[in-house]
């Protein structure tokens, strides 16, 4: 019997070829170092562009774009050198999906960095505490926006959930045939319908129904409802039919009926999603302008009757104060630009709220 025994001859060879796979690596901090180093050159020279500018002028978006080009290019040449031409080539292909990434949220980026950069400096007691009225030139406040857009949106949201989520859990449980089929399709055309026909809508019923020219807070909770039902059956929708239907069937095997099972089993398991389904609904029309322009319409006094009188919200008041500038330009401006890093931080907060919520009634398992 022969036996093969491994020549010396062949192990450089061996450990040659496996050269390049054994090759120096980076340490894991390396390319966060790259990343900040490029886009703290990018800044500094974004920055010396605007010298004596205001900080509004900052081209944040540019200068991210090229910190992250420019550590495309120093993250490829650091690998080659000290890595293999393979690993830097897949450091490469990782800094392109990166950078499609980055490219995606720049108008995020661009857009936060204005408002922050516009809005801060009104920031402060007095923009918090009063309200428009009888006010001018300087000062003055948004407390009646706050208080209008809270009560509208919980009114909307009051109004638009109950009927959306039953909604989904008949198209869920109960639907059938040809009447599921077209609430469906309604429900489809409802979510492409823009927001001011949703405000002509209601306009016009009030002004039938009561007189015309009416505005008032109600009136705008309802337009705002309309907006938000089907995005609320939609989401909702999806939410139950992922609930496993091993479960409706246990449930069924112990004799529960049918309502109680929706009710104790499907609900809990999908709560969390369905709160995140609110959540955004909520996010989605609160910022609405056309429809409360019509509805709600606009005041300088603080009213948080939502059936008597006319409301100020918080969109409504950007769009005035841009608008309308009056006597003192700059400082209406400087309002409006505040109103709606206000707005901004509201959304924030509600998305915030959303996944707490959704992780306080998350189905727990024995695993977690």
């Known amino acids: 019997m022969t036996v093969l025994r491994t020549s010396p001859r062949n192990a450089p060879a061996s450990s040659s070829a496996s050269a390049p796979l054994t090759a120096g690596r980076l340490a ?3 390319p966060w170092a790259l990343l900040a180093a490029s886009l703290a050159t990018s800044a500094i020279v974004f920055a010396l562009g605007t010298l ?6 900052f081209n944040i978006a540019g200068a991210v774009f090229v910190g992250v080009l420019l550590y495309m290019l120093l993250i490829t040449v650091v690998s080659s050198i000290a890595e293999s031409r393979r690993k830097a080539i897949d450091r490469l292909m990782t800094a392109l999906v990166s950078a499609a990434f980055t490219v995606a949220l720049l108008p995020l980026i661009s857009l ?10 009104r920031f402060d007691a007095e923009f918090f505490s009063y309200s428009m009225r009888n006010v001018v030139g300087d000062g003055g406040g948004i407390v009646h926006a706050i208080w209008g857009t ?3 949106t919980l009114m909307a949201t009051v109004i638009a959930v109950p009927v959306g989520l039953m909604t989904s859990i008949y198209l869920v449980e109960y639907g059938r045939g040809r009447l599921a089929a077209g609430i469906t399709f309604f429900v489809d055309v409802m979510t492409g319908i823009p927001s001011i026909v949703a ?8 002004a039938l129904l ?3 020219g009416i505005s008032m807070g109600f009136m705008g909770a309802l337009a705002l409802a309309v907006l938000m039902v089907p995005v609320v059956v939609r989401g909702s929708e999806e939410l ?3 609930v496993p239907n ?7 095997a112990l004799g529960v009926p049918k309502w109680l099972t929706v009710l104790k089993v499907v609900l809990p398991t999908s709560i969390a999603g369905i709160t995140t389904s609110v959540m955004l609904a909520i996010a989605r029309v609160i910022g609405e302008t056309a429809p409360l322009l019509l509805t709600a319409g606009f005041t300088a006094s603080l009213n948080t009757n939502l059936f008597s009188g006319q409301m100020m919200t918080l969109p409504v008041f950007a769009y005035n104060s841009y608008m309308n500038q009056g006597t003192a330009a700059d400082a209406s401006v400087a309002r409006a630009w505040a109103a709606a890093l206000t707005l901004i931080l509201i959304v924030m907060l509600l998305n915030l709220f959303a996944r707490l919520i959704a992780r306080w009634f998350a189905p727990k398992t024995a695993g977690r």
């Open 150 to 152: 809270v009560l509208v």
């Open 52 to 57: 004596g500018g205001d900080l509004a002028d």
């Open 240 to 242: 139950l039919r992922i």
């Open 199 to 206: 405000g002509l809508f209601i306009y016009s019923v009030f």
């Open 246 to 252: 091993e479960l409706r069937e246990a449930a069924y």
């Open 112 to 121: 936060l960095w204005t408002v922050v950069a516009n809005g801060v400096a």
């Open 210 to 212: 009561v007189r015309p």
């Open 28 to 30: 894991k901090w390396a």
